[in-house]
C-alpha cells in the first residue's frame, strides 16, 4: 500500500469552480506539505503544516487554502479555480526525526486541469 | 531568500560515459536532498545530505555536499539508459526546525544507447 496517497488523480474543471485535492498518510509523520509543480519551474512550495494546529503560507499561496483535519490528512483547496492554477499538484509529508531531515516523501500528483 | 540553481538543464550522454549535475544554492545550508522523477511520475528520494564533506553513493549515483563552497555534485558514472529522467536537487531553508526546503528548476537526464 502507497504510504502517501492523494486524490484525485486528475481532474478536469471550469474556470470558477471550488476544487478540493486531498491527501493521506500512513506513514505517521507530523508534516505535511503542499507543492505544484510547472514545466521548468522545478517545484514551488503553497502550504505546509508541522501538526494539526499549525498551518503556515509557502510562496505561492494565493487562491488556495488548505484544512489539517487529522495527522494523517491534509486538503487543498482551491476557492475559484483559473486557468493558471492548471499543474501538477503533490502532497509531502515529513519527520524530523532525530537526524534532524528533512527528507520528504511524496504522493502520486494530481493532475489538474483548469478550462 | 535562498535560491537554488541546477545545470546542467539538460543532459544529453551515451551510455557509458560519466558525467556530473551540479547544484548551487545561494544562502547558508547544510542540508541538501536529491530526487529523481521519471516523466508523470512522482519524486523518488536518492540522497540525504546532511552535512560538509557528506558523500553518498547508489549505484552508479554518487552525491556530495560542499557548505563552504554552497555546491553540490550528482556524478554518475558509466550511464546507462535507466536513468533517464528529471534529477532535482532541494536545500532546506534554514537550519532550525521550521525548515521548508526549495527546489531547483531540475535536470533532464536523457541516456542514448
Known amino acids: 500500500d502507497a504510504d502517501v496517497t492523494q486524490t484525485p488523480r486528475n481532474r478536469i474543471t471550469k474556470t470558477g469552480k471550488r476544487i478540493m485535492l486531498e491527501c493521506s498518510q500512513t506513514?505517521?509523520?507530523?508534516?505535511m506539505y503542499w507543492y505544484r509543480q510547472d514545466p521548468g519551474l522545478g517545484l514551488r512550495l503553497i502550504y505546509y503544516?508541522?501538526?494539526?494546529?499549525?498551518?503556515n503560507k509557502g510562496e505561492i499561496s494565493d487562491g488556495y487554502s488548505v484544512s489539517r483535519q487529522a495527522q494523517a490528512k491534509f486538503s487543498l483547496s482551491l476557492e475559484s479555480a483559473i486557468p493558471n492554477q492548471t499543474a501538477l499538484y503533490f502532497c509531502?509529508?515529513?519527520?524530523?526525526?532525530?537526524?534532524?531531515?528533512?527528507?520528504?516523501?511524496f504522493g502520486p500528483g494530481t493532475r489538474l486541469t483548469v478550462l | 531568500e535562498l535560491k537554488v540553481e541546477q545545470n546542467p538543464l539538460f543532459l544529453s550522454m551515451q551510455e557509458g560515459k560519466n558525467y556530473t549535475i551540479y547544484c548551487n544554492y545561494s544562502?547558508?545550508?547544510?542540508?541538501l536532498y536529491w530526487y529523481r522523477q521519471d516523466p508523470g511520475k512522482s519524486l523518488e528520494s536518492l540522497f540525504v545530505?546532511?552535512?560538509?564533506?557528506a558523500v553518498k553513493q547508489e549505484g552508479r549515483l554518487m552525491a556530495s555536499l560542499d557548505t563552504k563552497a554552497r555546491l553540490s555534485t550528482l556524478h554518475i558514472t558509466a550511464a546507462v539508459h535507466d536513468l533517464s529522467a528529471t534529477y532535482f536537487c532541494?536545500?532546506?531553508?534554514?537550519?532550525?526546525?521550521?525548515?521548508?526546503?526549495?527546489f531547483g528548476t531540475g535536470t533532464l537526464l536523457a541516456v542514448q544507447p
Open positions: 503544516s508541522f501538526d494539526v494546529k499549525d498551518i
Open positions: 544562502t547558508t545550508s547544510d542540508r
Open positions: 532541494a536545500v532546506d531553508s534554514a537550519g532550525g526546525a521550521t525548515n521548508k526546503l526549495i
Open positions: 506513514k505517521g509523520h507530523d508534516r
Open positions: 545530505l546532511l552535512s560538509n564533506g
Open positions: 509531502a509529508t515529513s519527520d524530523f526525526g532525530t537526524e534532524y531531515s528533512n527528507e520528504q516523501f
